[in-house]
């Protein structure tokens, strides 16, 4: 009877080994990628929160906790609440800018017409070429002397050449440019994926809507926009959080300027962090942007849970 | 009748519409072009109406960046830096994306978001402290610097994709092999790896984009002419003290934008589907 018991333990074991040996070989597989990234984004992450409290420049790497210090300083200086006004504003203002032009083009591309893939090709560029060449290319398009939208408005008459506006040299303006720039460079974004949520919408759902009575606009807000509204949400999150962070479009045109009017959180953690040294300062600066960026997480994970039921 | 007006009204302004479009994305690159062909006589007279060649177009400032800066060095960088980053990407990524894949805990999901989440976190605020990393490496300054930080971004985001491309790939396939004596590894090797060529392929392409479209760290790590990859070197080289040598700067950004935006477009959409593909799905 022994002998019948003994051999119904042993496939169990084996199975239970088997699967071990899955787990270690998972492990190892994923184990290069973790470390790469632990190493290089987890362990930068907890540093900077230490330069942060930390009195660390680059000419005296000292180790010295100082507290909240640091962030005190950050915020009593006088220019701080206009950074922090211009970051949202440059994030909120092009992302709302980009969904509203992005949700027309979208409108527009959705039917087919001869060339449509030449369209679109030409249309998604402002978003596939790199942004620093792109802002440089604006940057001529804004030139003080040459700008050829002065010149248009010079021959079209409507303003004579002592009064043309001076795009980067006037703070409001300058502000105005830099929104209009990332949105300019958001809207493909939005296009394409509001084209992407619209063709994920089964036809038969529209079509029974339809029957049932509903119009053009109950149609769109209640049952398109809905059902789009998780990928447009995901869509924003990326929008938003490349924005916030965002350096190289002020970098590259204003510098800040004129007069701080379009410095963001990440150029000054930069002209503070980088170019002055001041590194504790700088890491202060920019861990401004985590709370944001933490909102836009516990966002992005609801919106992913939501996908697995 | 006044139906065929009507059908006439809306095709009309319907593709008003689209060339609205069209021109608002395209025209700085039609700026940029014609700007990188035009004599700087024709560029610098405001009386000129700048929207055509007012002169005969030139290549002398795509035979000035050549012959006059470092523009082919920094081709030659970025080049390198891509091509490394793309083999540092493949070699983690290809693996992780796999395990992730294949993992059947709740764990295994929560490292795969874990994983993508850090592809959210900015330059802007690693690259203080990774500019100090850089510094005890001894790569200040250096083009390897670039190589040693970029995958930071590219393995996440590479992984993801390669993630949801291993999940629509049957693991029956690789089940036949082990039971026919394959080990995990090499069920793995000679089977999975091969049919995923084509996303391995999108995945160098992305990987190659993205170290072309990256700035903010280039800035921070590289300041010696010789090493800067090239939309650094374009922005910040071609600049000399306060004045811009506007045909040039333009050439330079054509040359290095218009590989990046055929790469780019022919494998868009599959970057759409790898950001948002957890919500088409529901």
């Keep these: ?309 | 009748m006044p139906r065929t007006l009507r059908k006439i009204l809306g095709e009309t302004s319907f593709f008003v519409g689209v060339a609205f479009f069209t021109i608002l994305a395209a025209f700085p690159f039609y700026w940029m072009l014609i700007t990188a062909f035009k004599q700087n006589s024709d560029l610098y007279n405001v009386t000129n109406n700048p929207f055509f060649f007012n002169e005969w177009p030139t290549l002398e400032h795509i035979k000035y960046l050549f012959r006059e800066t470092l523009f082919a060095r920094w081709l030659w960088n970025s080049l390198v830096i891509g091509v490394c980053v793309t083999a540092i990407t493949i070699v983690t990524a290809v693996p992780a994306g796999y395990a992730l894949a294949r993992m059947k805990s709740k764990k295994g999901e929560a490292l795969g978001i874990a994983v993508f989440l850090t592809y959210l976190v900015p330059p802007t605020l690693l690259f203080l402290p990774l500019s100090r990393i850089v510094a005890v490496l001894g790569l200040q300054n250096s083009m390897w610097s670039l190589v040693l930080v970029y995958p930071t971004f590219t393995i996440p985001f590479c992984a993801w994709l390669l993630m949801g491309f291993f999940k629509a790939l049957p693991a029956e396939i690789e089940e036949a092999a082990i039971v026919d004596g394959c080990s995990l590894f090499g069920a793995f090797i000679k089977m999975a790896i091969p049919l995923s060529v084509p996303a391995i392929l999108t995945v160098v392409i992305f990987t190659f984009t993205l170290t072309l479209q990256e700035f903010v760290y280039a800035l921070t790590f590289v300041s010696s002419s010789d090493q800067k990859p090239i939309t650094l070197g374009v922005t910040t080289d071609l600049v000399r003290g306060d004045v811009f040598f506007w045909g040039e700067l333009m050439a330079g950004a054509l040359i290095a934008a218009v590989p990046v935006a055929i790469a780019y477009n022919l494998f868009l959409d599959r970057f759409i589907t790898g950001i948002t593909g957890g919500a088409v799905k529901g």
């Design chain 1, 1 to 309: 009877m022994a002998v019948i018991a003994e051999p119904v333990a042993k496939p169990v074991s084996r199975l239970n080994f088997l699967l071990d040996r899955r787990d270690v070989f998972e492990a190892i597989l994923v184990a290069p990628a973790v470390i790469y990234v632990l190493l290089l984004v987890g362990l930068p992450l907890l540093l900077a929160i230490y330069y942060s409290l930390s009195a660390y420049t680059i000419y005296d790497p000292t180790w010295k906790f100082v507290g909240l210090s640091n962030f005190i300083d950050v915020v009593e200086n006088p220019t701080f609440p206009q950074t922090l006004a211009n970051t949202f504003i440059f994030t909120f203002g092009s992302q709302l800018l980009g969904l509203v032009i992005g949700k027309f083009g979208a409108f527009l591309l959705l039917r087919p017409f001869p060339g449509r893939k030449i369209v679109r090709a030409l249309i998604v560029l402002p978003f596939v070429i790199p942004v620093a060449l792109a802002t440089i290319a604006w940057r001529w398009l804004f030139d003080s002397l040459y700008s050829v939208f002065n010149w248009t408005l010079i021959a079209l008459h409507i303003m004579d050449r002592a009064d043309v506006p001076n795009w980067l040299g006037t703070p409001w303006l300058a502000m105005l440019c830099v929104v209009i720039i990332n949105a300019w460079r958001f809207f493909p974004f939005a296009i394409v994926i509001f084209l992407a949520g619209l063709t994920s919408v089964p036809q038969d759902v529209i079509d029974a809507a339809t029957v049932d009575g509903a119009g053009f606009w109950r149609r769109n807000y209640q049952i398109i926009l809905p059902m789009i509204l998780p990928i447009v949400a995901i869509g924003l999150i990326f929008g938003i959080v490349f924005t916030f962070t965002d350096l190289s479009i002020v970098f590259l045109l204003t510098m800040g300027g004129p007069v701080n009017a379009t410095s963001v959180l990440g150029f000054a953690g930069f002209q503070t962090g980088i170019i002055s040294g001041d590194v504790s300062h700088g890491a202060a600066i920019s861990l401004f942007m985590l709370p944001v960026l933490l909102v836009v997480v516990v966002f992005m994970l609801r919106f992913i849970r939501r996908r697995e039921i």
